[in-house]
């Protein structure tokens, strides 16, 4: 399974989305396009809400969900929740285990990566990630993803989505210091009352080691559209081979049977 | 199991809903036909050439050459499959950059270009070798013992690692079945390398290729009613709709295919006996029965093809429900 640069001498840096303060301004949505060059997709508002995008995809990289859920008791009022989703950067990163071109790699700074001059579209990742966040652009038959900015954080610079949310729904930063700021975080909500806060993805005994990019919700992942636990299903790959090696086995049992079974030939 | 809201509700969800919108938690993968195609065709080549390896062995030298052909040709089949399925065709060559055991695409990389050539060479030194005389049949025949060997036992791990490449992924219709799809495939690889090499091998000669159609085809139905009743709740992808539509293509066809290749077995029985003891086989074989070998064989190797797309197509329904991603997570959740 991948690790995370640990030796690199450079710590892990990762994004900590606090979704008790998104506005849905999309802001975020806009400076990633504009900073990364993503093309435009279509424009349609989905389901009659505010959410005019399909999830995340090659041509979004940040997205902004909009739950807009119906009141619960007559004196409870409409709730909206709001959440920049965006690619997790994995500590156990399928999409990296499973890249057979070696186009998906780790950068020093801990983050996951697509080199668009190696990928050649194989289209593994999509369905190896838990999250749904890889897909193919149709135009040029290769992967895209976030990068967490690379070009900017590599030079020291935030990404262009955290630099631009203007609520710090989005924070960047070394993930360490993001998780004790999202831990008190979550404990200040509670004292609040607002019960239902909790943390997702931070902690690094999850099914894929923690996220890189991590969030503090109001109400269960998959209400957002998020795996309640993901899991990176390289860590089953040890029993996996090992079934391919016995069918292998049974297959050749099978021809020897067929043929030891019948008469000798001539 | 769709836990979203009714289509034309409107925004609002309830709160109790349990998805966003009804939409997908992970994505469909974007492979389209010549992946299943090529799970058909791999282990068709990889089953062929273990079962012309071991007939040579046991002494079938007839039915040896036919399924070396069968393999040559499926094995040349593969790689412009998997070429064409990607989205930059031209870069295919990066997959050689890397081996990565964590990455079954990598690894099966490296395993078709290694049993590709094995195969080429071992059916390109069986089949022409013999009909070439001077420099080149014998440079042929060298290869050929070293090729032959090594195509056999890479068409093992050929035929089963395509189970491993669609297991590991988040598709749970996939990976929940990760025990039995290399064991599916196995069974699919023999029944199609049996029934391909029964319809073109003269039926006193063909026995063991069609013993070996016969009880992998069965073998393959209880694989795959294993496999359903593992993943339980999961098995609904296969169905309805398009999966479903292929899974009983596939259950009537190997069923068809494996009582026809019954039936052709029971008339070739006694001819193959006779034509033991005659010159020319071909025309020992009992009347009907040799057109009764090639419809079951060609009924099996639909059945095969069938299976490798219902189980191809179930991934994808799978992947758009967002509850097949979400309960058995819970379900986890709340046992842990």
């Known amino acids: ?266 | 199991m769709n836990t979203g809201p009714e289509p034309g509700s409107g925004p609002l969800q309830d709160r109790r809903s349990r998805s966003y919108y009804g939409r997908p938690v992970i994505a469909a993968p974007v492979w389209t036909w010549e992946v299943p195609v090529y799970l058909f065709a791999g282990g068709l080549a990889g089953a062929s050439a273990g079962l012309a390896f071991a007939s040579e062995v046991g002494g079938h030298d007839v039915l040896a050459r036919r399924a070396w052909g069968v393999a040559g040709v499926a094995i040349t089949a593969c790689p412009p499959l998997l070429v064409s399925d990607l989205g930059r065709p031209e870069r295919f060559l990066n997959m050689m950059r890397v081996f990565k055991v964590t990455s079954p695409m990598s690894v099966g990389s490296w395993l078709l270009a290694a049993a590709g050539t094995a195969t080429g060479a071992a059916a390109a030194s069986r089949l022409l070798a013999p009909r070439r005389g001077g420099s080149l049949a014998s440079a042929l025949e060298r290869i050929g013992s070293p090729a032959a060997p090594a195509a056999a036992v890479l068409g093992m791990p050929l035929a089963t690692y395509t189970g491993v490449l669609l297991a590991n992924t988040a598709v749970p219709v996939w990976h929940e079945a990760r025990r039995e799809l290399p064991f599916l495939f196995a069974a699919g690889a023999a029944a199609s390398a049996g029934a391909a090499a029964t319809a073109i091998t003269p039926a006193a000669h063909a026995g063991p290729a069609r013993r070996l159609a016969l009880g992998a085809a069965i073998a393959e139905m209880a694989i795959d009613r294993a496999m359903r009743r593992r993943l339980g709740p999961l098995a609904a992808t296969y169905e309805s709709g398009p999966p479903a539509r292929w899974h009983r293509a596939a259950v009537t066809l190997l069923t068809a295919g494996a009582a026809t290749l019954a039936a052709s077995g029971r008339r070739a029985g006694p001819a193959s006996a006779r034509a033991g003891r005659l010159r020319n086989p071909r025309r020992a074989a009992a009347p009907g029965g040799r057109p009764l070998a090639v419809a079951g064989a060609a009924l099996t190797l639909g059945g095969a093809l069938a299976t490798r797309f219902a189980v191809f197509r179930a991934g994808f329904a799978s992947a758009e429900d967002p509850a097949q991603t979400v309960a058995p997570q819970r379900a986890r959740a709340a046992a842990a």
């Open chain 1, 1 to 266: 399974m991948s690790e995370p640069a640990a030796s690199a001498g450079q710590p892990r840096v990762g994004f900590f989305t606090d979704t008790s303060l998104c506005i849905g301004c999309k802001a975020c949505e806009v400076a990633c396009k504009e900073w990364n060059g993503v093309p435009d997709d279509p424009l349609g508002f989905a389901e009659s809400s505010y959410d005019h995008g399909d999830g995340l995809g090659p041509n979004r990289w940040r997205h902004v969900a909009f739950v807009e859920q119906e009141p619960m008791f007559d004196h409870e009022g409409l709730r909206w929740l709001m959440a920049s989703d965006v690619c997790k950067h994995c500590t156990h990163a399928a999409c990296l285990d499973v890249c057979p071109t070696g186009a998906l790699f780790r950068t020093e700074l801990g983050t996951v990566v697509v080199q668009e001059d190696v990928c050649n579209g194989c289209g593994y990742c999509v369905p190896a990630c838990p999250f749904g966040v890889l897909s193919r652009r149709e135009e040029d038959g290769r992967v895209w993803k976030c990068t967490l900015c690379y070009d900017r954080t590599s030079a020291g610079m935030e990404p262009a989505c955290a630099k631009a949310c203007p609520t710090d729904s989005i924070q960047y930063g070394e993930l360490e210091v993001l998780r004790v700021r999202a831990a008190e975080r979550v404990e200040q909500l509670r004292e609040r009352g607002e019960s239902s806060a909790r943390l997702y993805g931070e902690d690094p005994g999850d099914g894929v080691g923690g996220f890189g990019a991590f969030f503090l919700l109001l109400d269960d992942p998959e209400v957002y559209g998020l795996p309640p636990d993901p899991v990176a299903t390289t860590r089953d790959l040890p029993g996996m081979w090992g079934a391919a090696a016995a069918a292998a086995g049974a297959l050749a049992a099978g021809i020897a049977a067929a043929l030891l079974t019948g008469p000798k030939p001539r």
